[in-house]
């Protein structure tokens, strides 16, 4: 009976000593820094909007959907351009054609507001864009 318990305890122990080393630390990021999406943009239109950077949550990203064509007026987006842009753009990434469904889905065939303090149609679609996405993170891409 001695041997059962001392060969139960080392056991225990090697998986648990075991179990601790292997395991990853819990976090409370954003699942948003959990999903590495590449870069949505085109070179062009984001160097154009660097140099400065508009300020504030909506001048840049409003800056880039204007010189990218996603916007017909500051109010509402050209969806037959933005539509175009993300399949292409899932076309070149593998494995993100489903994030990009999505995307279109909830961003592009409804009208959806993310309720900034600033009405910014190019904040409500790049953001919900993100969110969609984030639902439907391809394992490659899952970082925590």
Same mark, same amino acid.
């Given at each position: 009976?001695? +041997?059962?318990? #001392?060969?139960?305890?080392?056991?225990?122990?090697?998986?648990?000593?075991?179990?601790?080393?292997?395991?990853?630390?819990?976090?409370?990021? =954003?699942?948003?820094?959990?999903?590495?999406? =590449?870069?949505?943009?085109?070179?062009? =239109?984001?160097?154009?909007?660097?140099?400065? +950077? $508009? $300020?504030?949550?909506?001048?840049?990203?409003?800056?880039?959907?204007?010189?990218?064509?996603?916007?017909?007026?500051?109010?509402? &987006?050209?969806?037959e351009a933005y539509r175009k842009h993300l399949q292409q753009w899932a076309g070149r990434h593998e494995g993100w054609t489903?994030?990009?469904? +999505?995307?279109?889905?909830?961003? #592009?065939?409804?009208?959806?507001?993310?309720?900034?303090?600033?009405?910014?149609?190019?904040?409500? #679609?790049?953001?919900?864009?993100?969110?969609?996405? &984030?639902?439907?993170? $391809?394992?490659?891409?899952?970082?925590?």
């Open positions: 009976m001695f +041997k059962f318990i #001392v060969f139960f305890i080392y056991f225990v122990s090697t998986c648990n000593a075991d179990f601790v080393t292997n395991s990853k630390v819990a976090t409370l990021k =954003p699942l948003s820094a959990c999903c590495d999406i =590449p870069e949505l943009g085109d070179p062009k =239109p984001l160097s154009e909007c660097s140099n400065p +950077k $508009p $300020p504030g949550p909506c001048d840049d990203v409003q800056c880039v959907f204007e010189k990218s064509g996603f916007l017909k007026d500051k109010s509402t &987006l050209n969806k489903p994030a990009v469904e +999505k995307a279109l889905e909830e961003c #592009v065939d409804k009208n959806l507001r993310q309720y900034l303090n600033v009405t910014c149609k190019a904040y409500d #679609v790049f953001t919900c864009t993100g969110i969609a996405m &984030l639902k439907k993170c $391809p394992d490659h891409a899952w970082k925590c």
